[in-house]
């Protein structure tokens, strides 16, 4: 088969691979339909995702449909439409014992979904819904991703939010903390596209490169600042901002795949005189089935747009860089 291999900074080759077959009696093989780009995969291609050492096949948001099960599966049959939910726990260290699969200390990721096949165990693979297209689908990982930086943010009804950054992960974190009893959600982007698509699923846009963000804050809220900031691009000038604008006793959450040596500057009086707390919140544990649930719910189709075969996997995430799109889709 062909898959897209990460070898090193900037070095992704498209190479011929064995069909990966199921070994253990839970195991799926999926034939590949979609796999959405994401900016860790970028990160990924600059060096600049620790957890992840090359050689490795990359693509951790994907669909297809079920070309073989193990002998033991009896969830899954060949032709079911799925959704991949990538990395694995060992299921015995103490963060796993204690509820916490995504801090697991021996986590560990299957080949991803740039390539035309991968095999999971069932326990990681999700039916989709009815009616739902495997791109639309493919969106279920950063879904089940909101989900959680949701959970953590305890979100109460009349609460108003602040998301910076309005790409994917801002655009599906507006609708779904409408949906979670939010009174409005202000998105600081600078592209205009974006923004219209935030607006587009009852957002309140801003432009900060034109407009003063802060005065901005101040008059959606009455002058208190929102009760929770979301950094969905992991930069350190918007930690500061939410530090910044957040109202006395809020959270400012960080989701966004930071550089490892980015350095934010932090004042330690503002959290003391403000009262306020930082969290972040990573990856999606216990997530991707609510996720699944929730796709048929959310206005997902405008974040769409260009595709690219499979022999130019690093063309998309390049793409992705330069801001040609919001969700990329790689088709094997």
């Known amino acids: 088969m062909k898959a897209a291999v990460w070898k090193g900074i900037e070095q992704l080759d498209v190479d011929d691979l064995p069909i990966p077959e199921p ?3 839970y195991d799926v093989q999926v034939k590949v339909v979609a796999c959405g780009v994401c900016a860790t995969d970028m990160h990924i291609l600059e060096g600049k995702f ?9 693509g ?5 449909v079920v070309s073989a099960v193990g002998n033991g599966v009896t969830k899954f049959k060949v032709g079911d439409r799925v959704a991949v939910e990538t990395g694995l726990a060992c299921d015995r260290c103490y963060f796993c014992r204690d509820g916490r699969e995504h801090q697991c200390l021996h986590r560990y990721a299957h080949p991803g979904g740039f390539a035309e096949y991968a ?18 689908a493919a969106l279920a990982e950063p879904v089940a991703c909101v989900l959680h930086a949701i959970d953590l943010a305890k979100v109460r009804s009349g609460d108003v939010a602040l998301v910076l950054a309005g790409g994917t992960i801002g655009c599906i974190m507006t609708q779904l903390l409408l949906h979670s009893g939010a009174s409005k959600v202000l998105i ?31 008059e959606q809220t009455s002058g208190l600042g929102p009760e929770i900031v979301f950094d969905c691009l992991g930069h350190p000038a918007l930690l500061e901002q939410g530090i ?4 006395k006793g809020g959270t400012v959450f960080v989701m966004g795949v930071a550089d490892p040596d980015a350095v934010a500057k932090i004042r330690p009086f503002q959290l003391f005189d403000k009262e306020i707390q930082i969290k972040g919140a990573f990856l999606r544990p216990y997530m991707f089935h609510r996720a699944v649930r929730w796709l048929p719910h959310l206005t997902l189709q405008p974040l769409l747009g260009l595709e690219y075969p499979l022999a130019q996997t690093k063309e998309a995430i390049h793409a992705l860089r330069e801001g040609k799109g919001l969700k990329i889709m790689v088709k094997p």
Do not use: W
């Not at 951790?60 to 297809?64: I, L, P, R, Y």
């Not at 698509?197 to 407009?211: E, L, M, R, T, Y």
């Not at 910044?244 to 109202?247: A, G, H, I, R, S």
């Open 23 to 25: 070994k253990d009696p």
């Open 50 to 58: 620790p957890m992840f050492k090359p050689p490795r096949v990359i």
């Open 60 to 64: 951790h948001e994907f669909t297809g």
């Open 119 to 136: 095999v999971y165990p069932d326990r990681n693979v999700h039916k989709l819904p009815d009616g739902l297209s495997f791109e639309f």
């Open 188 to 218: 600081s982007e600078p592209r205009p596209h974006r923004r219209e698509v935030c607006q587009a699923v009852g957002g309140i846009p801003v432009d900060p490169k034109s407009q003063d963000l802060a005065a901005f804050v101040k």
């Open 244 to 247: 910044e604008l957040v109202q």
